[in-house]
């Protein structure tokens, strides 16, 4: 017998409680899990505190062998288009400190958690428009809503887009098309995102979860070996893309928000260069 015991894995009841404020918990007998990221029980707002709970959901679900396929989703009608209006004073207080910890560390491990943490397979649910949907559109398989809108905001506010959303759409759009939105912020619908693979389905908001569902059931068919080795034979290719571009973005990303001493992250700012979605433009310049 081991001179030594294994070390305790990671609880449901556990961790659903820890995380509670950030996302809401739910898990099937069979070990399909559903994450619902949220703030204050409605849309998630963008805040240094969210930004961090990422890696540590994905790490955490990753380390319990009891779950066994992982659909991460938003709550309500969009995913993160808007700023916690305090979320960011801990930015301004120290930009120095947070440039390091939020624009460098917190989002590399955010982006590499999905990608190598979580041994299952993932389902990513766009419930409509959103940012930082590189969260959703780097799982194994992505779905979402008829009136989802996929677009990168950082370039328009005086940000770098170098935190992950860039290695998203050069992987699945391809080099021109990536630079366009990164540069324009274009506007992508649904239907675009289809027709260009940055998802498998286009489903409406109010069956998107009973979709994931029914696609987890699919996986759940296969023994759980096959489940877990087909994921990392899924993943190669994002292994690959982060291995080549993730630190480097994120580290030209830190350098610019340095050099202009000060945070991009205010609602006011965010909201201002949100203003041509919301006219139903495809760039701010039409």
Request: hydrophobic share 40%; charged share 25%; with cysteine.
């Amino acid at each position: 017998m081991s001179l030594t015991k294994f070390v305790p894995t990671p609880k449901f009841e556990e961790y659903r409680e820890r995380f509670k404020e950030c996302y809401t918990l739910e898990r099937r007998a069979d070990g399909v899990l559903l994450a619902r990221a949220h703030t204050q029980g409605g849309p998630v707002k963008l805040s240094v505190e969210n930004h961090r709970s990422v890696s540590q959901l994905f790490k955490t679900v990753g380390a319990d062998p009891e779950n066994e396929v992982f659909i991460f989703s938003g709550t309500g009608n969009n995913f993160m288009m808007e700023v916690d209006p305090d979320g960011f004073q801990l930015e301004k207080d120290d930009v120095a400190h947070w440039a390091y910890e939020y624009a460098y560390k917190d989002g590399r491990a955010n982006v590499r958690a999905l990608v190598d943490d979580l041994e299952v397979p993932t389902i990513g649910v766009l419930n409509g428009p959103g940012a930082h949907v590189e969260l959703c559109l780097m799982c194994d398989l992505s779905i979402c809503s008829e009136d989802a809108i996929i677009f990168d905001p950082h370039f328009n506010i005086g940000s770098v887009p170098g935190d992950g959303i860039h290695c998203c759409f050069q992987e699945l759009l391809g080099v021109k098309r990536a630079a366009y939105a990164l540069l324009s912020g274009q506007v992508i619908d649904a239907k675009t995102a289809l027709e260009w693979g940055l998802v498998n389905e286009v489903v409406p908001r109010d069956k998107l979860i009973e979709r994931a569902y029914t696609l987890a059931d699919h996986v759940m068919s296969q023994p759980r070996a096959v489940r877990r080795l087909t994921a990392q034979i899924l993943r190669r290719p994002w292994r690959k893309r982060v291995a080549d571009d993730l630190d480097g973005g994120f580290g030209i990303q830190m350098f610019a928000h340095l050099a202009k001493g000060k945070t991009v992250h205010t609602d006011d700012n965010v909201r201002a260069s949100l203003r041509y979605v919301f006219q139903g433009r495809k760039t701010p310049v039409d």
